[in-house]
C-alpha cells in the first residue's frame, strides 16, 4: 500500500515559524510533524509519495529517498493555493490500487491510520468535536458520508471535524477534480470524492487521536498531550 502527504504548503498562520521551515518539517515532542507521520504508518504501507512545494530543499535533504525502509518519492506542487485534489493529482502518475492520502501538518495515532487501511471501502478519518474548526462531515445512519462541509460553510457547531486523512483508490481520477468553494481556484479533495460518493461508499472511521495544527499554540498543546501520552 502506498500513502500521498501533502507537505506543500508553508502554514502562514505560524508567522515567523515557518519563515525558514515548511510547516511539516516544525518539530513536536523530539521529532519533526512529518516524522510522526511516518512512524505511525503500518508496515504495509511500503512507499511515500511526498507532495512538497514551499522549501521543498529542506524536506529533500532531511530525509532522502527513504525512511525506516519506506521508499520515498517526490512530487512538486508549485502553486501553494492550488489544493489538495491538485497536489493529489500531482501524484497520480506514482499511484496504484488501494492509497492513504494525509495531511502534512496534523498528528494521527498509528491505530486510527491502521484501522483505515483496512476499510474496504473509501473512508475519512474523523473525530467529533464540541466546536469544529475545520471540515465538517455529515453522514446517514449507517455512517456513510452524504457532505463535508468547508469552514466558511457551516457555523463551528458540534459534530464529526475532517481530520485530513482518506482512503481511496485509482477511480477517483474517474473524475474532474472540483473547487473547494465556487468562485475558488483551489480544487478540493473532499469535494472531488464527493461526486463520486453515489457510486463508492465513503464511510468514516472515528479517530482515538488526532491533533490538528493550525497555529503556533497548536504545537505547545501537542507537546503537553505528547508527553501525557508517554507517561502513560
Known sequence: MQAVILAAGRGTRMGLL??????PMLSVFGKTLLEHKFDALPEEVHEIVLV?????????????DSYNGKKLIYV??????GGTAQALWLARPHLRD???VMNG???YASADISTCTHTTNWAV??????RIRTGRVVVDQKDRITDIAENDDHGGEKGFANTGLYVLDMRIFDVVPVPKAVGSSELGLPQTMLKLAHAI???????TMWIEIKAPEDLARAETLLSTLATK
Not at 461508499?201 to 479517530?207: E, M, S, T, W
Open 98 to 100: 488501494r492509497f492513504l
Open 18 to 23: 515557518t519563515h525558514m521551515l515548511p510547516k
Open 125 to 130: 478519518l474523523v473525530q467529533e468535536k464540541d
Open 76 to 81: 512538486v506542487q508549485e502553486n501553494p493555493t
Open 105 to 107: 501538518d496534523n498528528i
Open 201 to 207: 461508499p465513503i464511510h468514516i472511521v472515528r479517530a
Open 52 to 64: 512538497v512545494g514551499y522549501l521543498k530543499e529542506r524536506i529533500i535533504e532531511r530525509f532522502g
